[in-house]
């Protein structure tokens, strides 16, 4: 149980059958806003890649520790309208948005689907992990069977932390996740893929 982020590959994104976990209805409802924005459709969604541990092909973290210090954290260092952006989408994909797309379709945790772009994402991404020092060249950039989360959970952040001391140590919670929504903004543009909670 748990809340989950992952990739999406081009089968799932583009099936109709939402009982099997296609979600179709909202790729044709998201290149239907896309035209209207004048726009091109969103339609190179690369395929799943098989599952290599450590290939960084795919992106699979659990949303375990409290999101508190976190949230502290965006309202320390970025406006408002940036924290929403950050923490409201419900699908990211790898184009340059001016604002969210909200589509009326029922997200998993949510009555509507909100979908950012994985740019604007990164860029408050990397302010956050600017601002406490997030040491990115130790911590997990392949983030395909939890990596991230057992990375900051089963001893080696802290091992980090008193090795590369920085605001980032104080609350490895807040750490965790601005660490996660950098490397997911980063799988979703290298890989040209949308990513979801599930």
């Given amino acids: 149980m748990g809340i989950y982020l992952v990739s999406v590959g081009a089968q799932e ?20 806003e896309l035209r209207r924005r004048g726009l091109a459709p ?9 599952f290599v541990r450590g290939s960084g092909l795919s992106f699979e973290e659990k949303l375990v520790p409290s ?6 954290l965006c309202r320390e260092h970025l406006a408002p309208r940036e924290t ?6 419900s699908v990211l994909v ?10 009326p379709l029922s997200s998993a945790y949510d009555d509507e689907t909100v979908v950012a772009g ?8 990397q302010r956050l992990a600017t601002a406490i020092g997030l ?17 900051f959970l089963e001893g080696a952040a802290e091992e980090a932390a008193a ?20 490397r997911a903004a980063q799988h979703s543009l290298r890989r040209g893929c949308p990513m979801t909670y599930c």
Avoid at 67 to 72: K, R, V, Y
Avoid at 94 to 103: C, G, H, W
Avoid at 171 to 179: E, G, P, T, V
């Fill in 13 to 32: 994104w583009l099936d109709g059958d939402e009982d099997e976990g296609g979600r179709g209805v909202l790729a044709a409802a998201l290149d239907e």
């Fill in 42 to 50: 969103y339609e190179s969604v690369p395929e799943a890649a098989a």
């Fill in 67 to 72: 999101m508190a210090g976190f949230a502290a």
């Fill in 84 to 89: 929403e952006l950050l923490l409201g989408w």
């Fill in 94 to 103: 790898p184009l340059s948005l001016d604002e969210e797309i909200r589509l």
């Fill in 118 to 125: 994985a740019p604007e994402v990164l860029a408050l991404a």
């Fill in 135 to 151: 040491p990115l060249d130790v911590i997990p950039e392949a983030c395909d069977n939890l990596d991230l989360a057992m990375w």
């Fill in 163 to 182: 090795a590369r001391p920085g605001p980032w140590g104080g609350d490895l919670d807040a750490a965790f996740y601005a660490a996660l929504y950098l």
